[in-house]
């Protein structure tokens, strides 16, 4: 779970829960994730599914949480994190998070949405705090599709560490600095509008309504 927030007007605090039916939709979509892209997450279909309804409420609270949706099926999500205030001590939490969960349906791949998707989750995340500019991910060094996106928009590789269990799994840490950008970001949107158009998509951060 993502660190949060406790002030006063924190939703959490104030009772302002998002709908139940987003934090039903995170909870489909990253079983949907797993069940597609196993060898790209630490977490298990197991996991998922003795976590409540409470749970997945507050991960919408406390992360950014941007989706591909087309209806009510999730076809792309990434999330976006504070750094941890234990494990993460080095890095300030007010020019930096961490981009996490990044996955597109396996029928979709190929078609640039990952990318898409991902600057989406950049243009949230600063439209919530300006000051950020450093965006940081893990990455499993055997998921090389995701290793390709990132290298192909720019992330730049940081360093490698062992994961602390029994599996002898390495993930690799990746970095953007972002440089905003007017020209892009109009590209951006227009190239979601597209995708609107060719197979019906739109995006949007859960908790938060409908954005393309």
Request: hydrophobic fraction near 40%; proline fraction near 3%; glycine fraction near 6%.
């Amino acid at each position: 779970m993502a660190d949060c927030a406790f002030g006063a007007g924190n939703p959490i605090v104030t009772g302002r829960w998002p709908k139940f039916h987003d934090a039903q939709i995170l909870k489909e979509a990253i079983r949907t994730s797993i069940s597609t892209s196993p060898e790209a997450f630490l977490t298990t279909i197991e996991d998922v599914n003795r976590r409540t309804s409470e749970y997945w409420a507050k991960e919408i609270l406390c992360s950014t949480w941007a989706v591909i949706q087309r209806g009510d099926e999730v076809v792309g999500i990434a999330a976006a994190r504070w750094p941890n205030l234990e494990i993460d001590r080095d890095i300030d939490r007010a020019r930096a998070c961490f981009i996490e969960s990044v996955w597109i349906a396996p029928e979709l791949r190929g078609n640039r949405l990952g990318e898409r998707l991902v600057r989406f989750l950049f243009e949230m995340e600063r439209a919530k705090n300006s000051g950020v500019r450093r965006f940081l991910l893990w990455v499993l060094d055997r998921n090389s599709q995701a290793i390709r996106l990132y290298e192909r928009m720019g992330f730049r590789y940081v360093e490698r560490q062992h994961l602390p269990d029994w599996s002898g799994r390495t993930e690799l840490r990746y970095e953007y600095r972002l440089e905003p950008d007017a020209a892009e970001m109009k590209a951006a949107a227009i190239a979601r509008q597209d995708d609107l158009r060719e197979y019906g998509v739109i995006y949007r951060v859960l908790g938060a309504g409908e954005a393309t």
